[in-house]
């Protein structure tokens, strides 16, 4: 048997192959994984694509949605009859919301104010006296000395209705709701008063200052 000659073509194309052989295997074993585009992140342009198409889409529903809010949106609305549709509110109820936002502070939930400080509402004769009164003292305040329910008060009530110095400015109808209200609260027993007995008082007296109780018991 004689030993391969070195120059035998057969082993020398046997060698190459080899070589390239490992070679090429070394190169793919060396590879990531990534390299190989199993795993290739998203292309950068196709990303702007995307954001353009949600800008768009969120700008055209902005402008063609036609006016669609589902914070405020009924499914039981009836459309506009196109006659004006006249809004019932219960005076009381809405009094005695103003009360306790506005009255309540001074003259107590009780309605029995604070002794010495502050002339109780609940049983009061000026609450329950004339009109005219009670919506002037209560639209523009009352200062000085004032005998409630036979007490002596003497403070200041500052002005509540929409006049200068009013930290309330409370308007018209208002005015006409806190007062239904307290007058039929805590067992009293005045009437409703209306926006219109109001207004014409505020007409009548324009921009008048805070009364006394002197000057309230002149009028009837
Ligand atoms: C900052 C405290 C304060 C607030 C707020 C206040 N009052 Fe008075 N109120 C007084 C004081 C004090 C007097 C007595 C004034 C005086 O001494 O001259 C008075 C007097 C009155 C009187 C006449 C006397 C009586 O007790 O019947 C009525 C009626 C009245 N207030 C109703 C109201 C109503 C209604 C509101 C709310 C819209 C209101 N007040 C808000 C402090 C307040």
């Given at each position: 048997?004689?030993?391969p000659?070195?120059?035998?073509?057969?082993?020398?194309?046997?060698?190459?192959t080899?070589?390239?052989?490992?070679?090429?295997?070394?190169?793919?074993?060396?590879?990531?994984?990534?390299?190989?585009?199993?795993?290739?992140?998203?292309?950068?342009?196709?990303?702007?694509?995307?954001?353009?198409?949600?800008?768009?889409s969120?700008?055209?529903?902005?402008?063609?949605?036609?006016?669609?809010?589902?914070?405020?949106?009924?499914?039981?609305?009836?459309?506009?009859?196109?006659?004006?549709?006249?809004?019932?509110?219960?005076?009381?109820?809405l009094?005695?919301?103003?009360?306790?936002?506005?009255?309540?502070?001074?003259?107590?939930?009780t309605?029995?104010?604070?002794?010495?400080?502050?002339?109780?509402?609940?049983?009061?004769?000026?609450?329950?006296?004339?009109?005219?009164?009670?919506?002037?003292?209560?639209?523009?305040?009352?200062?000085?000395?004032?005998?409630?329910?036979?007490?002596?008060f003497s403070?200041?009530?500052?002005?509540?209705?929409?006049?200068?110095?009013?930290?309330?400015?409370?308007?018209?109808?208002?005015?006409?709701?806190?007062?239904?209200?307290?007058?039929?609260?805590?067992?009293?027993?005045?009437?409703?008063?209306?926006?219109?007995?109001?207004?014409?008082?505020?007409?009548?007296?324009?921009?008048?200052?805070?009364?006394?109780?002197?000057?309230?018991?002149?009028?009837?």
């Amino acid at each position: 048997m004689n030993a391969p000659s070195q120059s035998d073509p057969r082993l020398e194309q046997a060698a190459v192959t080899d070589e390239s052989l490992l070679a090429a295997h070394e190169k793919v074993l060396g590879r990531r994984p990534d390299d190989q585009g199993h795993y290739r992140l998203l292309p950068l342009n196709l990303l702007f694509v995307f954001a353009g198409l949600i800008f768009f889409s969120g700008t055209y529903l902005n402008l063609y949605s036609g006016h669609f809010n589902p914070a405020i949106y009924n499914e039981h609305a009836k459309p506009h009859t196109g006659a004006a549709e006249a809004v019932a509110v219960d005076p009381v109820a809405l009094g005695k919301k103003i009360f306790t936002g506005t009255c309540q502070t001074c003259h107590q939930i009780t309605g029995l104010g604070l002794p010495g400080a502050i002339p109780p509402l609940a049983g009061s004769e000026w609450v329950m006296g004339p009109e005219e009164r009670v919506i002037r003292a209560v639209m523009y305040g009352v200062q000085g000395a004032i005998k409630v329910k036979g007490a002596d008060f003497s403070s200041a009530m500052p002005p509540n209705g929409k006049v200068p110095g009013s930290g309330f400015n409370l308007s018209d109808d208002k005015i006409a709701a806190v007062l239904t209200y307290v007058r039929q609260e805590w067992g009293n027993t005045g009437g409703p008063i209306t926006t219109e007995q109001v207004a014409a008082i505020h007409a009548k007296e324009g921009e008048h200052k805070q009364w006394t109780s002197e000057e309230l018991l002149k009028i009837q």
